[in-house]
């Protein structure tokens, strides 16, 4: 199929020249226009997934239905649960209601950012570099990339913790073992995307089905759950809590999903009219906020895990996840709840590493459009997040791990408004999206959400500067 063709040329800008050094290399919604013409996002990949418009509704749920799992992923990494034990032990369900409202949060950026994929045909950091200047779009590919070597080193962690406590590996060689695990998403991709997205579907079931075994155990006092789900002014008047809460905000709203989704959802080969990506975007963000409402649960049990059996038994300091591993059987009386815990947190790092991966190839390629082969990518995605990890490791000891897992979350909440703002300012411009941009009620709430994320960091760091 050539980019170029009239026939893919939309019926909005029908009897333009899509000719030229400037002609987009994929379907483009609006006039809209890339300033240099460059390959379409993850090309192994593109548009390699059959979509029917005729067939069933349940075909076509089943056509685009992985994309959202992707994404998901990363709501439910390791860094997750560093953040939720921690603010289940010590503060019960308080912090419930930071789960919940930044899940939904999650939810409605990741549909801006699917609908961005489809009616642009390119992915955030492409868009980001075909509208600022060179300097800006550096800048903001090197605050993705921190965030990406953030979201990777709770990974990298989380696994190397998991191996530990599953068979007494050093945390060390844990983390180095952790180099090789690169090879499992090339060997994945290889043989087709389809079979990435299911293999990422059974770690989550299986992740899911863990902590659904550890929930029953743990006996939750559902009221007090439920009140918990109510936002509580408290958050914002206690250091403390606020800071988890950032943490909680910037493990559960990831600003390299949004570069994930805008790229993965253009492996499903829609038709290109008005009509075909507008079903298209229905059907993206079906998949995505179910997805995500898997996450939701995922993370909600961790914290209500840590508030069962720990806050409630006065075990307020539970920090570490390796505390949480050597407590939950002897706290619940039940011999299998470490070991369902600790291989819970092992499909949660390696599920992690596969999306975290093909996001550092996305930033990548296109903030900087070029093209290096995919293990060369990964293993510099991986040394990234293994070179701090490994030192502080040898400096501080191990003890130090979960601290910088939490501190890894709060980086990544920090870099949250260099990616949602381009997103929001590009899905709001007919002259990028066409008729697929933005309604104003979806603006309003768009750039309240960035707001409400600014304030909470700028409340973080007013609590950290005044000491």
């Known amino acids: 199929m050539s980019p170029t063709a009239p026939s893919e040329v939309p019926s909005e800008i029908e009897g333009e020249t899509a000719a030229g050094p400037r002609a987009p290399m994929s379907y483009s919604a609006g006039t809209y226009r890339p300033h240099v013409a460059t390959l379409p996002s993850l090309p192994?990949?593109?548009?390699?997934?059959?979509?029917?418009?005729?067939?069933?509704?349940?075909?076509?749920?089943?056509?685009?239905?992985?994309?959202?799992?992707?994404?998901?992923?990363?709501?439910?990494?390791p860094g997750n649960w560093a953040t939720d034990i921690q603010g289940g032990s010590k503060f019960g369900y308080t912090l419930l209601s930071v789960i919940v409202v930044s899940s939904l949060m999650a939810m409605f950026l990741q549909a801006l950012s699917a609908k961005l994929g489809i009616a642009t045909g390119r992915d955030l950091a492409q868009a980001c570099r075909d509208h600022y200047s060179r300097r800006t779009s550096l800048v903001l590919w090197v605050l993705c990339e921190i965030a990406i070597a953030a979201c990777d080193l709770a990974e990298?962690?989380?696994?190397?913790?998991?191996?530990?406590?599953?068979?007494?590996?050093?945390?060390?060689?844990?983390?180095l073992?952790?180099?090789?695990?690169?090879?499992?998403?090339?060997?994945l991709q290889g043989r087709g995307f389809r079979l990435i997205e299911a293999f990422v579907v059974t770690l989550i079931a299986t992740i899911a089905a863990c902590f659904a075994y550890e929930m029953f155990f743990a006996q939750p006092?559902?009221?007090?759950?439920?009140q918990g789900i109510l936002p509580h002014a408290e958050i914002f008047r206690n250091r403390e809590m606020l800071y988890i809460a950032i943490g909680i905000l910037g493990a559960t709203v990831m600003p390299h999903n949004l570069y994930l989704h805008s790229s993965i959802v253009q492996t499903r080969a829609f038709g290109i009219s008005v009509g075909d990506r507008r079903?298209?975007?229905?059907?993206?963000?079906?998949?995505?906020t179910l997805a995500l409402s898997f996450a939701l649960f995922v993370n909600a049990a961790i914290l209500i895990l840590g508030a069962a059996a720990f806050h409630t038994r006065g075990l307020h300091n539970v920090a570490e996840i390796s505390d949480a591993y050597k407590l939950l059987s002897p706290v619940l009386g039940v011999s299998l709840a470490s070991t369902v815990f600790a291989c819970a947190l092992l499909a949660s790092g390696q599920n992690s590493t596969l999306t975290g991966t093909l996001a550092g190839q996305i930033v990548m390629e296109g903030f900087l459009n070029i093209r290096l082969?995919?293990?060369?990518?990964?293993?510099?995605?991986?040394?990234?997040?293994?070179?701090?990890a490994v030192l502080v490791i040898g400096i501080a000891g191990?003890?130090?791990?979960?601290?910088?897992?939490?501190?890894?979350?709060?980086?990544?909440?920090f870099q949250l408004p260099f990616a949602i703002i381009p997103l929001i300012q590009f899905t709001g411009d007919r002259a990028k999206m066409g008729t697929l941009a933005n309604s104003p009620a979806i603006k309003v709430i768009a750039w309240g959400v960035a707001a409400i994320i600014l304030f909470f960091n700028a409340e973080l760091l007013w609590f950290i500067f005044r000491g």
Not at 221 to 226: M, P, T
């Open 44 to 77: 192994e990949a593109h548009r390699t997934i059959p979509f029917r418009s005729g067939a069933s509704w349940f075909r076509k749920v089943l056509a685009f239905a992985g994309p959202g799992y992707l994404v998901a992923v990363g709501y439910m990494d």
């Open 279 to 288: 079903e298209a975007f229905r059907y993206a963000v079906f998949d995505s």
């Open 373 to 388: 082969k995919p293990w060369v990518r990964r293993l510099i995605t991986r040394a990234l997040a293994i070179t701090p």
């Open 398 to 413: 191990e003890g130090k791990v979960t601290s910088l897992i939490v501190l890894s979350q709060v980086i990544l909440s």
């Open 177 to 187: 073992i952790t180099a090789f695990d690169v090879l499992i998403v090339l060997a």
């Open 156 to 175: 990298v962690l989380g696994s190397a913790v998991a191996l530990k406590l599953l068979f007494g590996l050093p945390l060390l060689a844990g983390v």
């Open 221 to 226: 006092l559902w009221r007090e759950a439920a």
